[in-house]
Every structure is written in structure tokens, then in C-alpha cells.
Nanobody, 124 residues
Framework: VQLQASGGGSVQPGGSLRLSCVGS????????IGWFRQAPGKEREGVAC????????WYVDSVQGRFTISRDRVKNTVFLEMNGLKPEDTALYYC??????????????????WGQGTQVTVSS
């Protein structure tokens, strides 16, 4: 399994970014893709996840209404559309895959495969 995350960058508060996670080599059609983030000095936290089978999604409260996770099954790609970005969203963002489905509030230990991080910086 390989995951490739991209799309990070630097934006001003209120700005938008779209992260992409392209996957390959999945052993099954049933899996969950999660986006996590880690800011300096803080623990890695789950931001959102989506199930491949039915598209069920979950968001951490702090991004609810601002971030949208979606999938393109043909392109094996999961997107994280981030709007209304705030300085506290600054972090290294990772995508990860787990067999089965998205787990609401799932921790990083529940995910088996990880992509490299993509940096998101929100500052004025």
C-alpha cells in the first residue's frame, strides 16, 4: 500500500486549500482513509475520515463545517477541502488507511498505512 499526500501550502486566515491523498496497492475494496494533523509540540490528532464503501464521513468538532472530505473511487484519491482556515489549523497533515471503514474519532494506532506529510501553514 502506498499513499501520496499533496496540496499543502501557506495561506492567510480565512483562506482555502485542498489536500489530496492518492492511494495504490489496497488489498481490499473496503477501507477507511483518515486525515490526521500534527502541530509542533502537540500530539497527532484525527481530523476527518471517510469509508470507501459507502462514503460515510466523520469530522473532529474543530473543523466541522469548514472541512469536507470526499473520495474519487476511480482515481483512488481522497480529498480534504479546507475552507475558513485558521492559524490553529497550522500543522503537518497526513493521510492514512485502515482496513474496513472509517472509525469515528479513530486514533492513529488504528491506521496501518501512512503517507508522507504535507505542510499547511495559516498566518497573516
Amino acid at each position: 500500500v502506498q499513499l501520496q499526500a499533496s496540496g499543502g501550502g501557506s495561506v492567510q486566515p480565512g483562506g482555502s486549500l485542498r489536500l489530496s491523498c492518492v492511494g495504490s496497492g489496497f488489498p481490499s475494496d473496503y477501507f477507511g482513509i483518515g486525515w490526521f494533523r500534527q502541530a509542533p509540540g502537540k500530539e497527532r490528532e484525527g481530523v476527518a475520515c471517510i469509508s470507501s464503501s459507502d462514503g460515510e464521513t466523520w469530522y473532529v468538532d474543530s473543523v466541522q463545517g469548514r472541512f469536507t472530505i470526499s473520495r474519487d473511487r476511480v482515481k483512488n484519491t481522497v480529498f480534504l477541502e479546507m475552507n475558513g482556515l485558521k492559524p490553529e489549523d497550522t500543522a503537518l497533515y497526513y493521510c492514512a488507511m485502515r482496513p474496513g471503514f472509517c472509525v469515528r474519532g479513530g486514533t492513529s494506532s488504528m491506521y496501518d498505512y501512512w503517507g508522507q506529510g504535507t505542510q499547511v501553514t495559516v498566518s497573516s
